[in-house]
């Protein structure tokens, strides 16, 4: 079972977050700042060792992938961001390429949002816009993620690299983007790309965008949330007033804030920041494929509220409730999805909760649930190896 997880590389100074939310600013920023908004609510997270590291040293790659490997996270999924050829936060996928040393596979989701400052509550408030152009601005991105795609650490599916979109309902040309992307892939010696998308919450099964890909993933908690919170009655009349007011923009686009929106009903319903972790769960391990090629999810814990304050959300488990709903999970992926993936929120979101590193609260717990899991079910993986030198050899 190749349990793959998400991957943020917002550890590390860049200009534009310098500008625009002060000097030095890194996703540690909001994880130190945090503070506990009910009794018993442990904030702020700190990492293991005080382990506030820099994603521009190779040695903490090479320390993260090593780690993964030793529990059973087969690889990485990099958020990359590109917009019309500016990149943000680019540094450590691409000293990663360089450096076999950090030897884990991987893939990409292009998280092809707007940049804005939602995460201020300023959703609106775009700073550097996306846009998507035509072939030969399709082309140009292609071209950037050749390499990787020719790593031999990257994620093949299918034989071929398996690239992930964030929110496609968003692009107005992904059919032809897809089409151009495949014909590029096949004049390079690959049979194409597997391409899937990210579904958080989006009504996929009414939108033709979702025929376009191989693929989609499950990406959890926000697809619990869409199963719990669509069959609110409180919440849907909630949305559907929604969309009655944005009109016809909302039947392609808002669907996907139905987690967001979701949640805010909930607390604005119930009064409660806490959600019910071992309700997601259950959610997650009884679903059905969502498609034939759906590709199951999986989550740590969820707490936004290092972001969002009291306007964030609070989904948190043990890492004794964890081991015990994935190792369902990973039944769940063998025999209902017949798939040998499962993509996992996530290695180091720590603002939102979702991380597997070490932190001084559990240690290395997280981690060692799955190891556990996936013992427990004969499914710790087999890792092709990427390094190959004569000291890898010797050991």
């Known amino acids: 079972m190749k349990i793959i997880a998400f991957y ?12 625009w939310w002060g000097d030095g600013f890194t996703e540690w920023t909001n ?10 609510h442990h904030q702020p997270r700190v990492p293991l060792n005080n382990n506030y590291y820099n994603l521009l040293d190779d040695n903490v790659k090479i320390w993260q992938a090593d780690l993964a490997k030793k529990y059973g996270i087969y690889g990485f999924c990099y958020y990359h961001y590109w917009f019309s050829g500016k990149m943000l936060l680019q540094k450590p996928m691409e000293q990663m390429l360089a450096n076999k040393k950090v030897d884990i ?15 201020v509550g300023e959703e609106k ?3 550097i816009p996306q846009e998507y152009g035509g072939k030969q601005e399709w082309k140009e991105h292609f071209e950037y993620l050749l390499p990787f795609f020719k790593d031999e650490r990257y994620i093949k599916k299918d034989g071929k690299p398996f690239f992930v979109f964030y929110r496609p309902n968003i692009v107005p040309c992904m059919k032809e983007m897809i089409d151009y992307w495949n014909e590029l892939a096949i004049e390079h010696g690959f049979k194409g790309i597997s391409f899937a998308f990210q579904s958080g919450d989006y009504d996929w099964d009414n939108n033709k965008e979702a025929n376009y890909f191989d693929y989609d993933i499950e990406f959890q908690p926000p697809y619990a949330s869409h199963w719990i919170y669509s069959n609110d009655g409180r919440i849907v009349a909630f949305l559907k007033k929604m969309r009655r007011l944005l009109g016809g923009w909302a039947g392609k686009h808002f669907g996907i804030d139905i987690y967001r ?3 805010a009903q909930y607390k604005k319903m119930t009064g409660q920041t806490i959600v019910n972790y071992d309700q997601f769960w259950q959610k997650i391990i009884n679903a059905k494929p969502v498609r034939k090629n759906s590709i199951p999810g999986a989550f740590v814990r969820w707490d936004n509220t290092p972001r969002h ?8 488990g043990t890492p004794e409730k964890f081991e015990h709903y994935l190792s369902q999970q990973i039944k769940h992926a063998r025999d209902a999805y017949n798939e040998d993936m499962i993509f996992m929120y996530a290695w180091n979101e720590w603002a939102e909760g979702g991380y597997l590193e070490p932190d001084e609260e559990n240690g290395y717990k997280y981690l060692e649930a799955v190891r556990d899991a996936l013992q427990e079910n ?3 993986p087999a890792y092709p190896s990427a390094f190959h030198n004569e000291d890898a050899a010797r050991a």
């Not at 943020?8 to 500008?19: G, K, S, T, V, W």
């Not at 994880?31 to 018993?40: D, E, N, Q, R």
């Open 31 to 40: 994880v130190k700042k945090a503070k506990p908004i009910f009794k018993g």
């Open 378 to 380: 004969d499914e710790f």
């Open 8 to 19: 943020l590389p917002q550890f590390h100074n860049i200009p534009e977050n310098d500008e």
């Open 125 to 127: 408030k775009q700073l």
């Open 105 to 119: 596979p991987f893939c990409i989701c292009w998280a092809n949002e707007p940049w804005t400052k939602a995460w």
């Open 261 to 263: 929106y979701g949640t």
């Open 309 to 316: 304050g009291d306007r964030g959300q609070v989904n948190v």
